[in-house]
């Protein structure tokens, strides 16, 4: 059974940093872009960052750029989200998602991906 599972979300104060994690199980990661989507209470889904299949490739929205890093450890089938220097802003329901022959990830084009996780909580606020 193909699945992507999200963890590592949860309550944190501004300033603090959490490490998602996207564990795959039924296929492999490898050739695999891998998005992480997130979206806010009343906000449409937004693109965060996406690593290439090679890894090789990485794209963030502007609005993390320099505080998020995404990863990759093919040895465990799972891709990170790195997130420091977290902001009220960044509140929100993260997901993983999975594309297969994805050449450009930048555009964050949810359409194009063909497995989704479930999401997980990331609450930042004092």
């Known amino acids: 059974q193909v699945q992507l599972v999200e963890s590592g979300g949860g309550l944190v104060q501004p300033g603090g940093s959490l490490r998602l994690s996207c564990a795959a199980s039924g296929f492999t990661l490898d050739y695999y872009v891998i998005g992480w989507f997130r979206q806010a209470p009343g906000k449409e889904r937004e693109g965060v960052s996406c690593?290439?299949?090679?890894?090789?490739?990485?794209y963030y929205a502007d609005s993390v750029k320099g505080r998020f890093t995404i990863s990759r450890d093919n040895a465990k089938n799972t891709v990170y989200l790195q997130m420091s220097s977290l902001k009220p802003e960044d509140t929100a329901v993260y997901s993983c998602?999975?594309?297969?022959?994805?050449?450009?990830?930048?555009?964050?084009?949810?359409?194009?991906?063909?497995?989704w996780g479930q999401g997980t909580q990331v609450t930042v606020a004092s």
């Open positions: 998602a999975a594309a297969y022959e994805l050449w450009d990830c930048s555009d964050f084009d949810t359409a194009d991906y063909n497995y």
């Open positions: 690593l290439s299949s090679s890894g090789g490739s990485t």
